[in-house]
C-alpha cells in the first residue's frame, strides 16, 4: 500500500499563487510517475498534471499549461504543484496519484476568489 496525503490548499484571491505537496509513504515512490488530478463539485475528476519517476519529464493540461509546474524531491518522497496566476475557473479539490490511478490521496482543496 501507498499513502499520500496532499496539503497546501487553502483560500485566494485571483492572481495569487499557492503551491500544493503531496507526501507518500509505504512504496518505493520512485518506481512511479506520479499525478495530480482536480475536480470541481458535481463534475469529474480530470487530469492537471504529470511528472516522470525521474522529475525529468512533465506533462499539463491545457487549462493549466504556463501556470502551474509540478516537481517531486525523490529524496524526500514528495511531489509539489507549484500554481500560479489563480483565477475563481481553479477553485477545485486537487489530489495527487500514482500514474496508473492505483493509490489517491483524499485531496485538498484550493478556492479563489475573484
Known amino acids: 500500500q501507498m499513502q499520500l496525503t496532499e496539503s497546501g490548499g487553502g483560500l485566494v484571491q485571483a492572481g495569487d499563487s499557492l503551491r500544493l505537496s503531496c507526501a507518500a509513504s509505504?512504496?518505493?515512490?520512485?518506481?512511479?510517475?506520479m499525478k495530480w488530478f482536480r475536480q470541481a463539485p458535481g463534475k469529474e475528476r480530470v487530469f492537471a498534471a504529470e511528472?516522470?519517476?525521474?522529475?525529468?519529464?512533465?506533462y499539463y493540461s491545457d487549462s493549466v499549461k504556463g501556470r502551474f509546474t509540478i516537481s517531486r524531491d525523490n529524496d524526500k518522497n514528495m511531489m509539489y504543484l507549484q500554481m500560479n496566476s489563480l483565477n475563481p475557473g481553479d477553485t477545485d479539490v486537487y489530489y495527487c496519484?500514482?500514474?496508473?490511478?492505483?493509490?489517491w490521496g483524499k485531496g485538498t482543496l484550493v478556492i479563489v476568489s475573484s
Open positions: 496519484a500514482t500514474d496508473n490511478r492505483e493509490y
Open positions: 509505504g512504496r518505493t515512490f520512485t518506481n512511479y510517475a
Open positions: 511528472v516522470s519517476w525521474s522529475g525529468n519529464s512533465t
